[in-house]
Structure formats: structure tokens, C-alpha cells
């Protein structure tokens, strides 16, 4: 599975942008579908999974009520909606596919990974 993420810029505080992530490989249906955050320097941060068919989701506690994750199988793609946006969001955002089909928080229980978009956000 090969992951390309777009969507990322530079946005002001309170703001909103759209990650999208396209998969190419015929496993994208069955697998969980993360994205991640990582700081220079840091470990990857958790921020939302799905499951393989979209019926479960998670969020970390620091974005939850401001970021939505969905999955669109049939474009083997998957969306970070982020809303209400604030500095401390300002990161490179990764994603990530397991080979589990239920969600998973773990940065090691993902197998795929993307090169990552950028997000900043500043006034």
C-alpha cells in the first residue's frame, strides 16, 4: 500500500482545512486507516483512526469535537476534516494504514506510511 497525503498550508487560528489521503494497493478496504502528527524531534502523535469499513472511529483527546475522520473506499481514500484549527496544531501530519481492519492508536501498529503534509497555523 502506497500513501500520498495533500491538503495541508498555512491557515489562520480558528480556521479549517481538509487532508486528504489516496491509497493505491487492492488491501486499502481491509485495512484501519490512521493519521498522526509528529513535532521536530518527537515521537508520532496520535490523532484519529478509522476502521476498515468507517463504522468505528477515535479521535485523541486534543482534538476531539474539532477533527473528523472519514473513509471513502471506493476512492481508496481517507479525509482528516480539521476545524476550528489552533497554533499548537502546527505539525507534519501523517498517514497510515494497518494491517488491522479495527481501530488502532498505536503508531507501531500501523505498517504503511505516507511522506507526510505540513500544517501550519498562524496569524
Known amino acids: 500500500v502506497q500513501l500520498v497525503e495533500s491538503g495541508g498550508g498555512l491557515v489562520q487560528p480558528g480556521g479549517s482545512l481538509r487532508l486528504s489521503c489516496a491509497a493505491s494497493?487492492?488491501?486499502?478496504?481491509?485495512?484501519?486507516m490512521g493519521w498522526f502528527r509528529q513535532a521536530p524531534g518527537k515521537d508520532y502523535e496520535f490523532v484519529a483512526t478509522i476502521s476498515r469499513n468507517g463504522g468505528n472511529t477515535d479521535y485523541a483527546d486534543s482534538v476531539k469535537g474539532r477533527f473528523s475522520i472519514s473513509k471513502d473506499n471506493a476512492k481508496n481514500t481517507v479525509y482528516l476534516q480539521m476545524n476550528t484549527l489552533k497554533p499548537e496544531d502546527t505539525v507534519v501530519y501523517y498517514c497510515?494504514?494497518?494491517?488491522?481492519?479495527?481501530?488502532?492508536?498505536?503508531?507501531?501498529?500501523?505498517?504503511?506510511w505516507g511522506q507526510g503534509t505540513q500544517v501550519t497555523v498562524s496569524s
Open positions: 497510515a494504514a494497518s494491517k488491522y481492519s479495527r481501530i488502532r492508536t498505536s503508531w507501531n501498529e500501523y505498517d504503511y
Open positions: 494497493g487492492r488491501t486499502f478496504g481491509s485495512n484501519a
